[in-house]
């Protein structure tokens, strides 16, 4: 006969102070990764917006280095503090001469108060696309009192004017939205293609007929100014001629007056 196996206990002896050690562990592991991964680095060149889980605005951060924020009860959000260089899509205007043009221009722009730039405009797209609709309507606005010839024939100076002009206008309309424009920026200045040949050959006819009144004005000052050197050398000539009588007569009578008395004086 096989002899009976005795059963074999496999039940485990558990301290449960050391379960309880265990699982004060673990909860503080939990509670420090769960707080190291709400610390956040803030760099030199940038805002962070703290906001409740509604959207309010709690606290903005504006030095560089670590911050935290509550985790499911709070969100972070990071904004440039640089100037930004926002180049918009070119757009098609009427001058004062209803003549179509393309402009093509950049804006320098700045968040120079970020609470209120995330309470009205929320995110860099959002205010690049309100710059962008303050850009257009000032741009269309200053260029639609000019003439298309007036436009192009711009020196440096004039453009510059323009360019301060256009900067100053835009900034009041975004100054409520925490954004500082510093300049706005005319690169160029185009025709649209298919008005290009038939502008410029109206442009060539204008300034054909321009440079035909000019010549035609020379021509009548010359006109004049032949007239009137001509009456002038005239009259110069004709009071030379007297003069030169004059002088001739007054000579004949001085020698007329010497030769008697020569002749009339004693022997």
Sequence with gaps: ?????????????????????????????????????????????EYLVIRSWTGVVQRVVTEAGPTFKIPLLQSAQTLPKHRVVHDSNPAELLTADQKPII???????????????????????????RIDAAVYSTVRGVLGRLKFGEIISEGESARGNLNQEVTRLVNEQLASYGITVHDVRLKRTDLPPQNLESVFNRMKSERSKIAQDYLSQGD????????????????????????????????????????????GADP
């Design 220 to 263: 009548e000052q010359a006109a004049i100014i032949r007239a009137r050197t001509d009456k002038e050398a005239t009259l110069i000539v004709s009071e030379a001629a007297r003069k030169a009588a004059e002088i001739e007569a007054e000579g004949e009578a001085e020698a007329a007056r010497i030769f008697n008395e020569a002749y």
């Design 103 to 129: 402009v093509d221009h950049y804006t320098v722009w700045q968040i120079t108060d970020p609470r209120l730039f995330v309470q009205n405009t929320q995110t860099v797209a959002r205010a690049e696309q």
């Design 1 to 45: 006969m096989t002899p009976e196996r005795e059963p074999i206990d496999l039940k485990i002896q558990v301290n449960p102070g050391e379960v309880k050690r265990l699982l004060a562990w673990i909860v503080a592991i939990a509670v420090i990764a769960g707080a190291l991964s709400q610390v956040i680095f803030v760099r030199e060149d």
